[in-house]
Structures are given as C-alpha cells and as structure tokens.
C-alpha cells in the first residue's frame, strides 16, 4: 500500500511553569517516520475542564525551552498509512469532566489506543508509560513543594 511506513514514536516531557512540579509536566505524542520527512506531534493543551486536542505538523519538540526529555515508545510494529495513526489519535478522549484529567492522562489513553490497534506491543506500552512517569517525577521543584 502507499504512503506507508513505520513511524518511531516518542513521549516529549516539557517542564512544568512556573514551578516544574510533576503534575504540571507537560507531555505529548511524538511521532517520526522512517520514510519521508513530515513528523506529527499530538497533545492536550489548556486548563483543567478546558482541554483542547491539538496536533502540530512537522514540530521538533526538543527545540523548545522548557524541553525536559525524549521517552522512547519504540517503532510502530507494522508500516502504516499516516491517515490511521491520526484518526487513532484523533479519537482519544479528552476528559474534561473529569477534574484530574490532564496531559499526561491523555498520553496513557494514547498509548493504549495504539496497543488496542495492534501499532505497539504490550512492553512498549508499559515501558513507555513507566518511562513517562518517571520522567515526570524529575521534576526540579518537586523537592521544594
């Protein structure tokens, strides 16, 4: 089929503002082909109950100042047509009637949405979230709170 490839797929951790505590880390979706040069980046921006779904095309997110890591997910286990992986993300809810909603949530409801789909294995979904949340708690001001 066309257009497909394997796609590396990433957690970008950003530092929390003003203070980087892990619950205000901010996280997304990275994903990079192995073929062709567009990347999408997917997240849940906003404030409590205010959520918004966002994808940023052709968005390096290690360029940006409060970058804190680069998790690695792993590679999508078979090639794939881009159009799939967007509708996947696409579709992840947005819980904003949920009071603890937030980004870091919508990352473990993504990376489920792409085991559920058959795109990564059970270990990279496990070590992919273990990894984030051990980036998260990182944080730099979490000792001072």
Known sequence: MPNQTKYK???????????????WRHTGLWFVP?????????HVKGLTGEFEFERRKNFDPTT???????VKVGKTKHSVVFAEIDSLMRSVQ???SDPEF??????????QTLYHAGHITSEQYDNGLNDMIDATMEAEDEDNA
């Open 9 to 23: 797929v990433y957690i970008a951790i950003y530092k929390g503002d003003p203070l980087d505590y892990s619950k």
């Open 34 to 42: 192995e073929q062709g040069s567009t990347n999408y980046f997917y």
């Open 64 to 70: 940006s100042r409060t970058f804190a890591k680069k």
């Open 94 to 96: 947005v819980s904003n």
């Open 102 to 111: 937030n980004c870091q949530q919508w990352v473990h409801y993504a990376l």
